[in-house]
């Protein structure tokens, strides 16, 4: 019998811990960089992000990382990943592990 695990909200934050900026040392969560993650009653994953800046030629690659990783969990349904810029980011929004990890 196969039992059926559904992916949480903190399982999502963990696993995409694994995602970095290439350009800074901290993963995307202690970066500041996802404003809102939510899981519906199908295990579907919406994550909003956004990045240091706008213009940020590396954005792209960061949100197939975060999807892909995110995807690589069991019981996840579809994964829907949005970049947004509003509010802006601010390095007010790295948390005390990522200000520990730069020092």
Not at 25 to 51: H, K, S
Not at 69 to 87: K, N
């Amino acid at each position: 019998m196969e039992v059926y695990m559904s992916i949480t909200r903190e399982a999502v934050l963990e696993a995409i811990k694994d995602v970095y900026d290439p350009e800074i040392p901290v993963n995307i969560v202690d970066l500041g960089l996802i404003y809102d993650v939510q899981v519906d009653e199908f295990d579907n994953v919406y994550v909003q992000m956004t990045l240091t800046f706008p213009g940020c030629g590396l954005g792209p690659q960061i949100a197939q990382q975060t999807e892909w990783r995110i995807a690589e969990e069991e019981g996840v349904g579809d994964v829907f990943v949005e970049m947004v810029f509003d509010p802006p980011w601010s390095p007010d929004l790295i948390t005390e592990d990522g200000k520990k990890l730069l020092g």
